[in-house]
């Protein structure tokens, strides 16, 4: 399937965005509207003829028509802070349409738990690179010895990860750390909206001592020590930096912190992270609507 896509630029942003009168087939969304539909057969992909692999199959993190009630319920208790999330989203959404969104950033608990909250909130369909790379080989630890073993050839498998993704909508993706490191993988990250998720690496480094995230050992080592893990994710940042500068926004747990008013960053809820996502987005298309009517004839 290919999508046509028509970038706008503004400064440093590129904003990207389908053509609202290209011709794919579609089927009607939850919304009434139309978007670009998932394949019929599971993704595909190769990591290497020496291991067997299993088909990929796509997961959503949609909410559920059998539990449309509940969530009208959910958006009318004042008191549940994924309303302000939802709301947001619905607004965006027309604007959107269905333009996929890509999480680039060191790999935390957070950045997972914001795709799945921007997931549900747009009705969008929510992977992780990393992970499909996993299940394609056949397991975490089968894609973490390839990882060891050959860096080129899954640094390759990430990059067609993110092709067979950049063909389709409606997707929110969690890229994978190496994601930024080529100049192949910000193209495709280019068929939709990039966010740069900045989180403090100290919460990253506790992570990995507390096992709570996974981080190869060509990124990392297994050293227990928080010490050493927060000195190898702060070469690994210095080494990615650059790419995670060319996201479309920047969204930054510590910022938001001080915005809001909290005397600790561990007091930011995936919550309030979405929320400034979505209203980062919200500017990005006003920048877009500005430059199309620059554009305009007199």
């Not at 640094?155 to 994978?176: D, F, I, N, P």
């Not at 990039?194 to 990124?219: G, Q």
């Not at 960053?265 to 199309?292: F, H, N, P, W, Y």
Request: proline share 5%; hydrophobic share 40%; charged share 25%.
């Amino acid at each position: 399937m290919e999508i046509i896509q028509a970038s706008r630029h503004c400064g440093h942003i590129q904003f990207l965005q389908p053509f609202p009168n290209f011709h794919v087939p579609v089927r009607p969304s939850f919304a009434g509207k139309y978007y670009h539909p998932l394949p019929t057969s599971p993704l595909s992909l190769s990591l290497t003829p020496n291991i067997p692999l299993k088909p990929l199959t796509t997961t959503r993190s949609l909410l559920d028509d059998a539990v449309s009630g509940s969530t009208t319920k959910v958006l009318e208790a004042d008191a549940d802070p994924f309303l302000a999330v939802k709301k947001k989203a619905m607004d965006l959404s027309p604007e959107l349409k269905g333009t996929s969104i890509y999480l680039v950033g060191i790999n935390s608990r957070l950045k997972s738990s914001l795709g799945k909250l921007l997931a549900d909130a747009l009705r969008y369909y929510f992977f992780d690179s990393d992970g499909l790379i996993a299940e394609a080989a056949g397991s975490e630890g089968t894609a973490k010895s390839f990882r060891e073993r050959d860096e080129k050839g899954f640094r390759e498998s990430e990059t067609e990860v993110l092709k067979q993704l950049s063909s389709m909508g409606r997707l929110v993706v969690s890229a994978g750390n190496g994601s930024v490191q080529s100049t192949t993988n910000l193209a495709l990250l280019r068929h939709g909206i990039t966010i740069w998720v900045d989180v403090p690496l100290d919460m990253v480094a506790k992570e990995v001592v507390e096992d709570e995230i996974h981080l190869s050992a060509t990124e990392i080592s297994t050293s227990r020590s928080f010490s050493e893990a927060l000195t190898q994710l702060k070469v690994m940042y210095e080494e990615m930096q650059g790419g995670y500068a060319t996201a479309d926004a920047t969204v930054s747990l510590q910022k938001i912190a001080s915005q809001v008013g909290y005397d600790d960053s561990d007091a930011v809820t995936t919550e309030d992270m979405g929320l400034e996502v979505l209203k980062e987005i919200e500017k990005l298309i006003r920048v877009k609507k500005l430059m199309q009517e620059a554009a305009r004839p007199f």
